[in-house]
């Protein structure tokens, strides 16, 4: 049995992970992966505790919907990313900066 606080300490630290590459990277692709492991950290965080009480299975129903939000939230991201290339011609967040009238 693996003992409950290597569980917080492997999502603290998947968090601290896509923590650091959501506000660092400069590709809006890898910065929606960041957002993505921190989403992944938090549903080692809902199943462990969910574990300490098998009798609540409350954890994992979370961690299920924070899935389908997840899902939800990358096909609405990618399609505006795709719209953000489309426009400016790039994906690096740092040159798309400001909202352009035509």
């Not at 049995?1 to 569980?7: A, G, V």
């Not at 992944?40 to 924070?66: C, E, R, Y």
């Not at 399609?79 to 400001?98: E, G, Y």
Request: glycine residues 2%.
């Amino acid at each position: 049995m693996i003992p409950f606080s290597y569980y917080m300490l492997a999502s603290a630290f998947l968090f601290s992970i896509g923590l650091s590459i959501a506000l660092t990277k400069r590709s809006a692709i890898v910065a929606l992966m960041g957002v993505e492991l921190m989403l992944n950290a938090a549903n080692v965080n809902l199943v462990a505790f969910s574990m300490k009480d098998p009798s609540l299975m409350d954890g994992n129903a979370f961690a299920i919907f924070v899935i389908v939000i997840a899902a939800a939230e990358v096909s609405v991201a990618l399609a505006l990313i795709i719209k953000l290339f489309q426009f400016f011609r790039t994906v690096d967040l740092h040159q798309v900066n400001q909202l352009k009238e035509e």
